[in-house]
């Protein structure tokens, strides 16, 4: 089985065999980072390009490993060094970076639809790692094979998503992921971070943070993006954090061996306590582990998809045609 397209942009077109396509080619993969040489020659003579608008440290760096353990070349654009700064718009500067030949690009925007765009304007591959409030695919991929690792499966499972909705990439990819595998969705937030229509995409929808972790198989957490709010949407942090964060008293009510997730970056002590973030149940490290695998199962897989019937991609973990 191949994906049907070249691109990734969200999870909402993935079929659920594309998905478990993705997260069984991951789990074959996680062993490469494992290796003493921890390289694979599937995606050799391959040039892949990160280009970001906006910071990242998890993203970035996990596409990099990924590209680089599949032995891929790779060339990572700074928007603040590049010619961006002079003015050049995305489809020019992503345009003259493919004429050099490259396959792939991984692009972070702030603008909703900005990957899509490009997936019109240019022969290359093109995968989402975020854009404004979206999605962020690879993100619920490598939420999804955490999961896995610790549940055995999503179907039937409880998962609890709360804090700032409104703006968040990383709910609607897990939305769209968690709700495909067959997993009750459960998003809270203050009334003003609950997007209209949230409810559309399959979640319930509550203001009741102990409502939706009740009976919760897994928590996950999610940051306040104040880089993204124009305006005022609660009264402090102090009173998000009180009605909002987790700590060990709201987490008595999740299941006795319920996971605690985070897309991170993490503001200790606003959406999540201290321990609770660092507890024997946190699995927030685990994530950005699996995020190289998710990230060469991807790389992998478009690559094969562009390939089409020709096949060129190789196998997963051995040697590349
Ligand atoms: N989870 C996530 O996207 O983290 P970064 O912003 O550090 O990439």
Do not use: W
């Not at 899509?116 to 404004?132: E, H, K, P, Q, Y």
């Not at 979206?134 to 549940?151: S, Y």
């Not at 499972?157 to 992921?177: E, K, P, T, Y």
């Not at 964060?245 to 985070?262: C, F, Q, T, W, Y």
Request: aromatic residues 4%; contains cysteine; hydrophobic residues 40%.
């Amino acid at each position: 089985m191949q994906l049907r397209s070249k691109h990734l942009i969200g999870i909402e077109p993935l079929t659920r065999d594309e998905i478990q396509l993705i997260l069984d080619t991951a789990d074959s993969f996680k062993e490469v980072s494992t290796r003493e040489i921890k390289k694979v020659p599937t995606l050799r003579g391959k040039t892949i390009v990160t280009l970001f608008y906006e910071a990242s440290t998890r993203t970035r760096t996990s596409f990099e490993l990924a590209a680089k353990r599949l032995s891929a070349d790779t060339v990572s654009i700074s928007t603040t060094a590049s010619s961006v700064q002079k003015g050049e718009t995305l489809i020019d500067t992503v345009r003259n970076i493919e004429s050099m030949a490259a396959d792939c690009f991984i692009v972070r925007h702030s603008c909703s639809g900005a990957p899509l765009l490009l997936t019109r304007a240019c022969r290359a591959s093109i995968v989402n790692a975020g854009d404004g409030s979206h999605e962020h695919p690879t993100q619920a991929l490598l939420d999804a094979m955490t999961i896995r690792e610790r549940k055995g499966q999503i179907e039937g499972l409880r998962v609890a998503i709360i804090g700032d909705i409104r703006h968040s990439r990383v709910a609607r990819s897990n939305i769209h992921l968690l709700t495909k595998m067959g997993a009750e969705v459960r998003v809270a937030g203050p009334g003003t971070l609950l997007p209209t229509g949230i409810g559309k995409l399959g979640a319930t929808v509550t203001t009741d943070a102990d409502e939706a972790i009740t009976g919760a198989d897994v928590v996950m957490m999610l940051r306040i993006q104040q880089e993204r709010m124009d305006r005022s949407f609660f009264p402090s942090l102090r009173e998000f954090a009180k009605l909002y964060g987790l700590n060990r008293e709201r987490m008595k009510r999740a299941s006795p061996d319920a996971i605690v997730m985070h897309p991170g970056p993490i503001n200790r002590g606003v959406e999540i306590d201290h321990d609770l973030a660092d507890f024997e149940r946190s699995v927030i490290l685990d994530q950005t582990a699996n995020g190289v695998a998710v990230r060469m199962a991807v790389l992998y897989l478009i690559s094969q998809a562009a390939a089409g019937a020709a096949g060129g991609a190789g196998t997963p973990t051995g040697g590349a045609h």
